[in-house]
């Protein structure tokens, strides 16, 4: 028996969607890791710093990004895709040296804002790379464009106390 092939009557096959998003479900699981190794590097530095205020400041920034992390979780999700957890292994080196650096250096507000800055530097650099994908869908674009001014402005007040802090010191 020939089987013929009529317009309109072709099978979809439901993975095909799932293997279509896999880059896009690539870009925000990168943006997932940035966001979790933010998460845990903001824990740290409100762990590690004496200040009453940036305690607070800092666990803010944490809850924050794992409020972002869940929104591309569930993006991912939402393309057939298995989010990440977890941050990624340069993240945990970023982690450990800010763990280090403020045991060596006494918990200095300044060391620790100097390490949080350079963690934002990532963030930001990883949230503009993925914009500047233009197979984004519009969707994904949209929550990620979003994202990005909530993690710039976050970038842009980390960097402020620092320089404020240079200026002190």
């Given at each position: 028996?020939i089987?013929?092939?009529?317009?309109?009557s072709?099978q979809?096959?439901p993975?095909?969607?799932?293997?279509?998003?896999?880059?896009?479900v690539?870009?925000?699981?990168?943006?997932?890791?940035?966001?979790?190794?933010?998460?845990d590097?903001?824990?740290?530095?409100?762990?590690?710093?004496?200040?009453?205020?940036?305690?607070?400041?800092?666990?803010?920034?944490?809850?924050?990004r794992?409020?972002?992390a869940?929104?591309?979780?569930?993006?991912?999700?939402?393309?057939g895709?298995?989010?990440?957890k977890?941050?990624?292994?340069?993240?945990?080196?970023?982690?450990?040296?800010i763990?280090?650096?403020?045991?060596?250096?006494?918990?200095d507000e300044?060391a620790?804002?100097?390490?949080?800055?350079r963690?934002?530097?990532s963030?930001?650099?990883?949230?503009?790379?993925?914009?500047m994908?233009?197979?984004?869908?519009?969707?994904?674009?949209?929550?990620?464009?979003?994202q990005f001014?909530?993690?710039?402005?976050?970038?842009?007040?980390?960097?402020?106390?620092?320089r404020?802090?240079?200026?002190k010191?």
């Amino acid at each position: 028996m020939i089987q013929q092939n009529v317009p309109g009557s072709q099978q979809r096959n439901p993975d095909s969607a799932a293997a279509g998003n896999d880059h896009i479900v690539g870009i925000l699981n990168n943006l997932i890791e940035t966001l979790k190794d933010g998460q845990d590097g903001f824990r740290s530095a409100a762990e590690g710093i004496k200040s009453s205020e940036l305690k607070t400041l800092f666990g803010t920034y944490a809850q924050q990004r794992a409020q972002l992390a869940t929104e591309l979780q569930s993006e991912v999700r939402r393309l057939g895709g298995d989010p990440e957890k977890t941050g990624t292994v340069a993240g945990a080196i970023h982690r450990g040296w800010i763990d280090l650096k403020a045991a060596v250096t006494g918990k200095d507000e300044t060391a620790i804002i100097d390490e949080c800055e350079r963690g934002e530097d990532s963030a930001v650099k990883n949230y503009r790379e993925a914009l500047m994908k233009e197979d984004l869908p519009s969707e994904v674009r949209i929550l990620i464009d979003r994202q990005f001014v909530t993690v710039k402005q976050t970038h842009d007040r980390i960097r402020d106390m620092k320089r404020a802090h240079h200026v002190k010191a």
